[in-house]
């Protein structure tokens, strides 16, 4: 971890927001483990980077850690390679301000993990997804036959049929109406 110049808010001393910084630094580094998501960290999220509380410490941490898509939209609010904007607000006046230093340390820190974190929560949300597949196709067959789509505009996107001069033609709305 670099060394920063911190300087003394209102609410935070220089002290507690080195404190931050190594929470923050050593919650990434160990994959976002609960056990490392520190009360002094959830304070510092809350407080100071724009999310809202989420009730508490463990409710911001279901919020955003159990599920990888939640992750990976939390991550990208400390992404540098984007716009670092607040995914609960869609601002930046968590860059700005008092906390402004120990904000743009915990994104430069965490450039150094968030790729890796991205890919695994990626990775995670896909389990998910295909988990939830399964279970749905258990649920209903494995090949559920669904309603015929009654929309036009439903009709046109489902197939085209070749025409007499080898060019293809809508398929006939139903009772052979055509377009």
């Known amino acids: ?6 300087s003394d808010s209102e609410f935070m001393s220089t002290r507690e927001k080195a404190l931050v910084l190594k929470a923050w630094v050593r919650f990434l580094k160990n994959g976002l483990r609960l056990e490392d998501f520190t009360d002094r960290l959830y304070q510092h999220l809350h407080l100071h980077c724009s999310f809202i509380a989420h009730y508490n410490r463990a409710g911001f941490y279901a919020t955003y850690f159990e599920n990888g898509e939640d992750t990976t939209r939390f991550l990208s609010q400390f992404d540098k390679r984007g716009d670092c904007l607040s995914i609960e607000y869609g601002a930046s006046w968590w860059l700005h301000g008092d906390n402004e230093d120990v904000n743009a340390a915990m994104i430069e820190e965490a450039s150094a993990y968030i790729p ?7 990775g995670k949300a896909k ?8 279970r749905l196709a258990a ?13 036009p ?3 046109r996107l489902r197939r085209l049929q070749p025409g007499k001069s080898g060019k293809a033609l809508p398929a006939p709305l139903p009772g052979g109406v055509r377009y």
């Open 153 to 155: 505009v439903v009709f």
């Open 139 to 151: 649920k209903h067959g494995r090949f559920a036959s669904f309603p015929a789509p009654t929309s």
């Open 116 to 122: 890796t974190l991205m890919d695994q929560a990626s």
């Open 127 to 134: 389990e998910a997804d295909l988990a939830e597949a399964q």
């Open 1 to 6: 971890m670099k060394q920063y110049a911190f």
